[in-house]
């Protein structure tokens, strides 16, 4: 569990070189990424080609957003896409297009905060594969295991015929104008309530849902 107070957004991954491995070859593994980050409304809005409305700069409800033709499964999306944007823009690369699917979504109302949760699929487009990082580029980490960088994680060659689909579990907090949201990631297997391995629907439910706000101050 993380307490977030004034955090600027960036990506937290780790990768296991044997289930990378394992991922490269199209084989079931246990490969979970966790992504952490905060934007704006107004800028969420942006990302979306929407034009931001008066008051949208201090709006804690999502359900003032989820209006119209705008629903929550929309919203899902936009914080999925803006994350990935912002995923290629710290590795600097374009990444693949990746097609999104959102199961269900649920907007719960808070003490002066509003979540939005869900629960998605995602299928990756591969258009174009980097070149590889090299051997020399891998970090030695705690247990002897080896820590591949991000960008060499991220650029490996899809294995023959399509990548496997990924299931997506996601919260997001608007606050005051501010949305905060994590997003796991894992095989597409997890979003399965009958599957009952190790890192299920309901652990990583929990992980996700464990993203809490320090109270305000003043």
Wanted: aromatic fraction near 6%; proline fraction near 7%.
């Amino acid at each position: 569990q993380k307490e977030f107070d004034n955090y600027a957004g960036r990506l937290i991954m780790s990768v296991d070189p044997e289930e990378l491995a394992k991922l490269q070859k199209n084989e079931p593994n246990e490969m979970v990424t966790l992504r952490c980050a905060r934007l704006t409304l107004p800028a969420l809005l942006r990302s979306a080609q929407y034009m931001p409305r008066q008051g949208d700069e201090q709006r804690s409800n999502w359900k003032e957003v989820a209006l119209g033709n705008v629903t929550g499964a929309n919203i899902a999306e936009w914080l999925m896409r803006a994350g990935q944007q912002a995923l290629a823009t710290s590795v600097g690369m374009e990444l693949p297009q990746v097609d999104i699917s959102i199961v269900d979504f649920q907007i719960t109302e808070g003490q002066d905060q509003s979540i939005l949760s869900w629960h998605a699929t995602t299928k990756v487009e591969v258009s174009s594969v980097r070149p590889l990082g090299q051997e020399s580029d891998q970090v030695q980490g705690l247990g002897g295991k080896s820590l591949v960088p991000l960008s060499q994680a991220l650029t490996q060659p899809p294995p023959p015929g399509d990548v496997p689909p990924l299931s997506t579990f996601g919260q997001a907090i608007l606050r005051k104008g501010l949305v905060t949201f994590a997003v796991a990631q894992a095989p597409v297997n997890r979003i399965d309530a009958a599957y009952k391995g190790p890192t299920g629907k309901q652990y990583l439910d929990y992980i996700v849902q464990s993203l809490k706000l320090a109270p305000l101050k003043g």
